[in-house]
């Protein structure tokens, strides 16, 4: 015999949604109250038929960013697309970067300006941070993709395309 109603404990280890996920929906469900409503406790119970309505959505779109970044002193330009490849390999999804290295005007440290696509900005960052320990960035959404590669290749330098070969 199939359980009837589910709480959202039980919702969240069926669908593998965060329980703020669930409750976020429920929200948005508009119903009667025999398929969704509050038990004496407070929780809330939700008919088996509402079930599909909690679906993990896993179609997130790749997204551009422009993204800079000032690297610890000491690496040269060919150490810099290794650790950046290794970087790319950590990645959980599909990630492209397209990145021009260049020195700074002020001190001579090299620096990277990019444009990244991935589904995951966070995990990308958190791996730069792995890698390089500390590092200051700025990325920021990508709206006019061809005047930002014309300012990354300014100094003449070219771009270098690294892709973490996972599916899309």
Known sequence: MQNEYYNTTQI???TE???RQILYIIKQINTT???LFKNKRGEYQIHRLLLPRFKKSENKRIKHFAYSTDLPK???EKQLVDLMK???SLCKDYTRIELSIEQKNKN???HIHSILSTKNK???IRNMALVFGSHSYKCSKLFDRQNW???CTKYGTELITITNKKTN
């Open 12 to 14: 969240s280890n069926l």
């Open 17 to 19: 949604l965060d329980p």
């Open 33 to 35: 109250n025999d398929l």
């Open 74 to 76: 000491g690496y040269t």
């Open 86 to 88: 290794y970087v790319l």
């Open 108 to 110: 001579g440290e090299l």
């Open 122 to 124: 966070t995990d990308y």
């Open 149 to 151: 590669v014309s300012y």
